[in-house]
């Protein structure tokens, strides 16, 4: 009897913590397609000054950008020609107020025109 109750606490500890893992990877996979949407409703640099930061049911976000030049290379990595201006782009998805970010993704978009 001693070894059955030990067996089934231990089973019932596994698939409490296979369960909680569940939810956890949900809410990454949720905030991952968050912030990809977010980042795909701006093609221009320009275009997430309306995006700075939002609400979408319980996950907040916020976009931030900072100008940088990007060098362009050829297959052989010489300069394809002048640097780019770009916007360095991270968006961080937070559940709640006050929370670390579930998710943060950076990427990189074109000015429309330079700052």
Do not use: C, H
């Not at 019932?12 to 912030?35: F, M, P």
């Not at 700075?52 to 940088?68: I, K, L």
């Not at 709640?96 to 700052?115: F, I, L, Q």
């Amino acid at each position: 009897m001693a070894i059955a109750s030990i067996a089934l606490a231990t089973l019932y500890r596994s698939v409490g913590q296979g369960s909680k893992n569940v939810v956890e990877v949900e809410a990454r996979v949720e905030a991952a397609l968050l912030a990809k949407s977010v980042l795909a409703e701006a093609t221009f640099a320009e275009d997430l000054a309306r995006l700075a930061e939002g609400r979408s049911g319980p996950w907040r976000w916020v976009v931030s950008t900072a100008p940088e030049q990007v060098q362009v290379l050829q297959e052989s990595s010489l300069p394809a020609g002048p640097a780019l201006s770009a916007a360095r782009v991270t968006v961080e998805v937070f559940r709640g107020e006050g929370s670390t970010p579930v998710s943060t993704w950076t990427t990189w978009k074109p000015w429309r025109s330079a700052p």
